[in-house]
């Protein structure tokens, strides 16, 4: 049973920096997708990064390229989300994810809605104050 653990969230000013990680356990051929999802009360969730875990290809939301970055540490086990020039509009719930691979809207690798991932962690809390 693939089991996801979010950790690494946080209070920080704009401007600044967090890293959350996601510790990943019972993985098989059907969690080929990984990714972030961030989700505020009264809005849907939202894709932010995800990775094709099988080559290491990414994507990014457009209101995070450049300033966030996903990665995997294969031996370990662990998604991470390296997150930069935080801004107040970033506060939201992180959400880890895991998947079967899928092609989403214009054939992005691995990005589209949550429905397209069978697996959640229990979410770590960002709040960037300006």
């Known amino acids: 049973q693939v089991q996801l653990v979010e950790s690494g969230g946080g209070s920080v000013q704009a401007g600044g920096s967090l890293r959350l990680s996601c510790a990943a356990s019972?993985?098989?051929?059907?969690?080929?997708?990984m990714g972030w999802f961030r989700q505020v009360p009264g809005k849907e969730r939202e894709g932010v990064a995800t990775?094709?875990?099988?080559?290491?290809?990414?994507n990014y939301a457009d209101s995070v390229k450049g300033r966030f970055a996903i990665s995997r540490d294969a031996a370990k086990n662990t998604l991470f989300l390296q997150m930069s020039s935080l801004k107040p509009e970033d506060t939201a719930m992180y959400y880890c994810?895991?998947?079967?691979?899928?092609?989403?809207?214009?054939?992005?690798?691995?990005?589209?809605?949550?429905?397209?991932?069978?697996?959640w962690g229990q979410g770590t809390q960002v709040t960037v104050s300006s």
């Open positions: 990775i094709y875990t099988s080559s290491g290809y990414t």
């Open positions: 994810a895991a998947g079967r691979f899928f092609r989403g809207t214009a054939g992005r690798v691995c990005f589209g809605p949550p429905t397209n991932f069978g697996y």
């Open positions: 019972g993985f098989t051929a059907s969690t080929s997708c």
